[in-house]
Structure formats: structure tokens, C-alpha cells
């Protein structure tokens, strides 16, 4: 039968945590799960802040088309005031039934990418457990912004929220990688650099 010491080193280098030997099989577990949950809870902490900046992304989005459409129907005589015309659009979107069907629509989309790249990145096969939780609600935000700076260029300011964000998950994730491990370029190289690659730009 292997020896308590003896897991809590399998412990320490699959998850990082490091358990109690001296007080018990209690304590042993409680800081091996507490361990591991607290990074688990930054990571779903880091996801529910991406679902509202999404919100948030969509909201501006829609309030900007409502005003260009509301000053294009303007220009027709028979139209209704500016005014009236924003009321109505914002009227039909913010019923109940839209904005659960909305919300539900964002939480399945988020989720759906969470659980995909968890499934991928924290199985027997990849190390730093716990840098992991950090890359796995970083790649859903990354992938957001991907789609927008397909559009933009990422330094538009706009983008600023998201790459702050994008910059805390870094800062968080990457202390639990070793100084020297090659992992950091690629969070930088996948989360930063490729934004300004993949439109053959360079920071402005």
C-alpha cells in the first residue's frame, strides 16, 4: 500500500496542490479538493464575466444598428419620428420572452465552448492543472474577440474591455506555469500575437 507521502507527490505534480500529510485523511482531502476547486470557481468567476461582456458587446451593437436605422427611415417623409422608431425596435426586443431566449442563447454558446476546450485541455495527458483552468476560460473570451478583430483592428478601443480581461486570465494563468516553460509563449502567441498575425498588422 503506497504511503500518504507518496500520493501527495502524484498530487502536487498532476494538480500543483500541495496536501496535508500530518493531519489526517480529513485534512489530507480537504486541502486536495480545496485545492483544485478554487481554481475550478476563478475559472467559472472568469467565464460568467465573459458571458456578461458579451451581453454587454451585443447590447452596444444593437443600440448603434436601432440608431442608424431609426436616422435612415428618418429620411423618408412618411416615417415616424426618430424618437418613436427606437421605441418600438427596443420595445420588441426587451420582451420576456425575447430577452430568456437571448440569455438562454448565451448561456448555451459559452457553455457549449467551456466544456468543449475543458474536455480538451485538463485530461491525464496535459500538466499544470492548474494553469489550465485559467486557458480553458481565456480560450472562450480569445475566441470571441477572434471573430471581432476578423472585423476590426484589435486596437480599436472598444476592444479594450476584452483584452483586460483577456490580460487577468494571462496573469492569473501563467504563475502557475514554470518561468522557463515554452506554454507561456503559446498563450501569448495564441491570445495576443495572432489577433495582429492573422491581419498581417502590428500593434498600433
Not at 502536487?12 to 485523511?25: E, K, Q, S, Y
Not at 486536495?32 to 454587454?56: E, K, P
Amino acid at each position: 500500500m503506497m504511503s500518504p507521502e507518496y500520493h501527495a507527490r502524484n498530487i502536487r505534480a498532476r494538480f500543483g496542490v500541495r496536501p496535508r500529510i500530518g493531519g489526517g485523511l480529513f485534512a489530507f482531502l480537504l486541502t486536495f479538493l480545496w485545492g483544485m476547486m478554487l481554481h475550478f470557481l476563478w475559472s467559472i468567476f472568469f467565464l460568467v464575466l465573459i458571458m456578461l461582456l458579451t451581453v454587454a458587446y451585443i447590447a452596444v451593437t444593437l443600440y448603434c444598428a436601432i440608431w442608424i436605422y431609426a436616422f435612415w427611415k428618418r429620411l423618408r417623409p412618411d416615417f415616424p419620428d426618430m424618437k418613436d422608431t427606437r421605441k418600438e425596435k427596443w420595445g420588441r426586443l426587451l420582451q420576456p420572452k425575447v430577452r430568456k431566449t437571448f440569455l438562454l442563447l448565451i448561456l448555451v454558446f459559452h457553455l457549449s465552448i467551456y466544456v468543449s476546450q475543458y474536455t480538451k485541455w485538463t485530461g491525464e495527458d496535459n500538466a499544470h492543472w492548474q494553469a489550465k483552468q485559467y486557458w480553458v476560460a481565456g480560450q472562450v473570451l480569445n475566441g470571441i474577440r477572434r471573430a471581432m478583430t476578423t472585423f476590426i483592428h484589435p486596437d480599436i478601443p472598444i476592444l479594450y474591455p476584452a483584452d483586460q480581461l483577456q490580460q487577468w486570465i494571462y496573469a492569473k494563468g501563467t504563475q502557475y506555469l514554470p518561468a522557463d516553460d515554452g506554454e507561456i509563449g503559446v498563450w501569448m502567441n495564441n491570445w495576443f500575437n495572432y489577433h495582429y498575425v492573422s491581419r498581417g498588422a502590428g500593434p498600433s
